[in-house]
């Protein structure tokens, strides 16, 4: 099946409408990711937000791609891994960069 950038975004976006599908890895509290930003500003870029870039179709099978959205005057930037099942995001996998004091 062929999966254009405007259906992976709109697919993203229902995905991300339930926080339950959103895993962080490393596993972060949800007041502050590692300095970054807040947990409510990453589920708002991925709620809101666009793809920046090309998706790419990873090793696994699952669409790697960047996403962006900008509030309060800030760009905020999400690296962003979608398993699909069929033409539906099942899980939304965010990679957090923490950074060793």
């Known amino acids: 099946m062929r999966v254009t950038e405007k259906s992976l975004l709109r697919c993203i976006r229902d995905a991300a409408k339930s926080s339950a599908n ?27 937000g666009d793809i920046v870039g090309k998706p790419v179709l990873n090793e696994h099978g699952h669409w790697a791609l960047q996403m962006q959205r900008l ?14 099942e069929g033409p539906h995001v099942k899980r939304i996998i965010v990679p957090v960069k923490v950074e060793s004091p």
């Open 22 to 48: 959103v895993v962080f890895l490393p596993e972060l509290n949800k007041r502050s990711m590692a300095g970054m930003m807040t947990f409510q500003q990453a589920m708002s870029c991925l709620r809101a």
């Open 71 to 84: 509030a309060a005057n800030h760009l905020f930037t999400l690296r962003v891994i979608a398993e699909c």
